[in-house]
C-alpha cells in the first residue's frame, strides 16, 4: 500500500494532499458503485418477487373464479330436458350450420368446462320415439346467455352410398330454423380443458371436430392466462373452412398459435393468407413446428384422424395420460390390442350373445370394444349417442347374464339394464335388442 501511493505521489509531482484527496476519490467512487451494484439487485429481487406473488394472486384468482363456475354449475344446471329456443342459425360454409340457443324460460345458464357437450332430445316426424345426439358446445363458456353449438350434415359413408345420410344433423341442418323450440339436457362430458393449469397445450382438429378445440382455445384467450396453446386445424379446402372468423380473432394473442391446414386448396386460396400448410395435420408437422414434445394434446376430428395422431404421438414418445380425445359416436381411437393369448386347455367357449328382438344368437369378440360396436358388427341396430355413458341413449334391458362395465356411467341405468357404450359382457346375455 505504501509503495502504491509513493507511485501516486511521484506521478502527482509529491504532493501528498492531492493524493489523499484522490485516494479517497476512488474509495468513494468505488463504495458508489458497490452501493448502486447492491441497490441493483435488491430491486431485481424486489421485483421478482412482487412478479411471483402476482401470478400467484393471478392463480387464486384464477381457482376461485373455478370454483365460483362450478358452484354456479351446480346452482344453476338441471336435470332431464329444459327447453331451449333457437335464436340464430347461421351458416358456416357447406353443411355446416351453428345454432345460438337461448333458455326458453330466460332464466340464467350454469356456465360449462370448454370442450364439453349438449344432448339433444329431437322430435323427428317419422320417428316413434326421441332420436338422441350429443354436440359439442363451439363458444367459450364465457358466453353468458345462451349456448352455441355448430354441427355438419352428415352424408353417407363413401363407400356405402345405400346407407342414409345422419338422421339428427340433417333434420339440423334442413328443418331447425331460428324460433324452434328444442329439448336439450344441460352440458356435460369428460372431455374438457382444465383451467386451474398452466401446462402448454396442442388442439388438434379435423373438421367439425374444431368443435371443442374452439371452445377450448377461447377460453385461454379470454381468460388472460399466457397459457401456450398451439392450434392445428385441417380440411380440404376454404369451402370447408368452418368458424374462420373465431380461429382468426385467436391468432392475434401472442400466446396462441393457430395453424391452419388445407389438403386439397383451390386455386385461388393463398397459402400464409387464407392457411399456413398444404396437406393434413400430422405428426410429423407437429414435430416440425413444436419446440419439444412435452405438452397435453387434446384431438376430435373422425376416426381415422385420431387414430393415426394417436399412434403418431406415442410413437413419438408422448405419454398417453398427456393424450386426450372426444369419443362421440364411432369416431373413437382404437388402441392396439395385445397379441392374442391361446386359451388355456379346459377353459370355456366365447360367451354366446343372443340379441332377442333380432333373432341373433352370436360368439362374443372379445376385440371389439364393447357390446354397442359388437351389435353393430352383427347388423343389430341400438340407439347411440355420445358413446362415453353419459346420453343414455344406448340403454338396453338385460333378459339373462351381466355386464362389466369398462368405466362408471355418469347416470346407472335402473336394474336390469346397461349402457352398451361402455360394457361387456360377463358371460353368456341376452339382451332385448
Known amino acids: 500500500m505504501q509503495t502504491i501511493i ?24 468505488v463504495q458508489v458503485v458497490l452501493s448502486a451494484t447492491s441497490a441493483a439487485r435488491r430491486l431485481a429481487h424486489e421485483r421478482e418477487q412482487q412478479r411471483l406473488a402476482r401470478e400467484r394472486l393471478q392463480n387464486l384468482v384464477r381457482a376461485a373464479q373455478a370454483t365460483c363456475r362450478e358452484a354456479e354449475e351446480i346452482t344453476l344446471g338441471w336435470n332431464g330436458v329444459r327447453k331451449f329456443t333457437v335464436a340464430e342459425k347461421i351458416r358456416e ?3 355446416v350450420f351453428s345454432f345460438r340457443l337461448v333458455p326458453h324460460d330466460r332464466k340464467p345458464l350454469p356456465a360449462f368446462k370448454p370442450g364439453q357437450y349438449l344432448t339433444f332430445s ?12 350429443c354436440y359439442s358446445l363451439s363458444d367459450s363458456p364465457g358466453q353468458s346467455g345462451h349456448y352455441r353449438v355448430t354441427i355438419k350434415r352428415e352424408p353417407p359413408p363413401p363407400d356405402r352410398a345405400e346407407v342414409p345420410p345422419g338422421v339428427a344433423s340433417s333434420y339440423f341442418a334442413g328443418n331447425v330454423k331460428a324460433g324452434d323450440i328444442l329439448n336439450v339436457k ?36 379470454e381468460s388472460g392466462s399466457k397459457r401456450e396453446v398451439w392450434f392445428f386445424f385441417g380440411c380440404r379446402s376454404g369451402a370447408e373452412h368452418m368458424l374462420r372468423a373465431d380461429m382468426e380473432a385467436l391468432a392475434k ?41 412435452n ?58 350373445i343372443t340379441f332377442a328382438k333380432s333373432g341373433k344368437s352370436v360368439d362374443w369378440n372379445p376385440a371389439l370394444a364393447n357390446l ?17 355413458g353419459s346420453c343414455g341413449s344406448c340403454v338396453v334391458a338385460i333378459k339373462s347374464g351381466g355386464v362389466d362395465y369398462l368405466k362408471a356411467p355418469d347416470a346407472p341405468p335402473e336394474d336390469g339394464s346397461c349402457l352398451t357404450c361402455i360394457c361387456k359382457p360377463k358371460g353368456d346375455l341376452v339382451l332385448d335388442a
Not at 398452466?198 to 374444431?210: E, H, K, N, S, Y
Not at 395453424?259 to 383451390?266: F, H, I, L
Not at 360396436?373 to 355420445?386: H, L, N, P, Y
Request: net charge neutral; aromatic share 8%; proline share 8%.
Open 295 to 352: 405438452f397435453e394434446y387434446f384431438m376430435c376430428g373422425n376416426g381415422a384422424f385420431m387414430k393415426t395422431l394417436n399412434d403418431g404421438l406415442e410413437a413419438w414418445g408422448v405419454p398417453e395420460k398427456d393424450i386426450h380425445y372426444e369419443a362421440f359416436g364411432p369416431a373413437t381411437v382404437k388402441k392396439t390390442a395385445a397379441p392374442a393369448i391361446a386359451a388355456p386347455v379346459g377353459s370355456g367357449p366365447a360367451p354366446k
Open 253 to 293: 394473442y401472442s400466446n396462441i398459435r393457430v395453424e391452419v391446414c388445407y389438403s386439397r386448396p383451390a386455386p385461388n386460396e393463398v397459402q400464409g393468407r387464407d392457411y399456413q400448410h398444404v396437406g393434413r395435420v400430422t405428426v410429423e408437422l407437429l414435430k416440425k413446428l413444436l419446440p419439444a414434445n
Open 6 to 29: 509513493q507511485q501516486v505521489q511521484s506521478a502527482l509531482g509529491g504532493e501528498p494532499g492531492l493524493v489523499l484527496g484522490y485516494l479517497l476519490l476512488g474509495l468513494l467512487f
Open 122 to 133: 329431437l322430435e323427428i316426424p317419422g320417428r316413434d320415439k326421441p332420436v338422441v345426439r
Open 372 to 388: 354397442l360396436d359388437f351389435a353393430r358388427e352383427q347388423g343389430v341396430r341400438i340407439d347411440s349417442g355420445c358413446c362415453a
Open 186 to 221: 344441460a352440458p356435460t362430458g369428460h372431455f374438457y380443458l382444465d383451467m386451474n393449469k398452466v401446462t402448454p397445450i396442442v388442439l388438434l382438429a379435423g373438421g367439425v371436430g374444431v368443435t371443442p378445440m374452439l371452445s377450448m382455445a377461447k377460453a385461454v384467450a
Open 93 to 95: 360454409c357447406e353443411d
